[in-house]
């Protein structure tokens, strides 16, 4: 996904306001969207200025950052469906009394006991962090791995991929350009996640698609467009309605 090596390397102040900024404008980590400075931008019946029409894109598409995060994969966030949970509800204002009775478990100490493992959990993430910063300052073998795209629904070793690798493997698959057709869609994990990153970076992320359409487009690259299109659902790059009558690019 376009927003993904944003959201790799954005700091974590970054990351809690949602946006980077640079001279000439500021851009949605989450989402990848740009709004230019220097203009007014009307909402509603209001005018914003660029920074808080970025505030407002963010609450209006993602709701806020937090839930944005939440809602990642437990892979990305490292936290149990029952972490979660929590949080949202410690993010909503909920006293503990509230939580233990819209969780229906133990009592009031135990909703305590889960916020002090997560702030345990918390001092952990800080020095693993500070140990991993120190580390880049003095490893200088450790090649430069893909981002993962946020939206991926099962992420383990098939990910394991870097830059260089995804490089050959486009070198290999797109022997006339990534706009062409593929040399032919490949067996192995690894390899087709390169190729349906690749793919899915020629598709406007705000269109809706119908079932013809995207066949359309997928069969430029291979015959097997209806494969191509499973895995691009299964992988995360792309959602559907159940009925299989409209597909888009997930954010």
Request: hydrophobic fraction near 35%; include cysteine; glycine fraction near 4%.
């Amino acid at each position: 996904m376009k927003n993904t090596e944003l959201f790799e390397h954005a700091s974590i102040q970054e990351l809690k306001k949602g946006y980077l900024e640079d001279e000439h404008c500021y851009t949605c980590i989450l989402c990848n969207k740009n709004i230019e400075k220097g203009i007014i931008y009307p909402y509603n019946t209001q005018l914003f200025e660029a920074k808080k029409m970025m505030q407002t894109h963010i609450n209006d598409e993602h709701k806020s950052v937090f839930d944005y995060l939440i809602g990642l994969n437990k892979k990305m966030t490292g936290l149990t469906e029952h972490q979660s949970n929590l949080l949202r509800l410690f993010y909503a204002g909920k006293t503990d009394g509230e939580i233990q009775k819209e969780l229906e478990i133990g009592s009031a100490s135990t909703i305590r006991q889960h916020r002090f493992a997560l702030k345990e959990k918390e001092r952990q993430a800080k020095t693993f962090l500070a140990m991993m910063e120190l580390l880049k300052e003095k490893d200088t073998l450790t090649p430069e791995f893909v981002p993962i795209h946020s939206t991926a629904t099962m992420v383990d070793d098939r990910y394991n991929i870097t830059n260089d690798e995804q490089q050959e493997l486009i070198a290999k698959y797109f022997p006339n350009g990534t706009n062409e057709h593929i040399l032919r869609f490949p067996k192995k994990e690894k390899h087709k996640i390169v190729i349906l990153r690749e793919i899915v970076k020629h598709f406007p992320e705000d269109k809706i698609f119908t079932e013809k359409e995207l066949n359309t487009i997928l069969k430029t690259y291979d015959e097997d467009y209806v494969l191509i299109r499973r895995c691009l659902i299964e992988y995360g790059f792309m959602d559907r309605k159940e009925d299989g009558s409209s597909y888009w690019i997930k954010k």
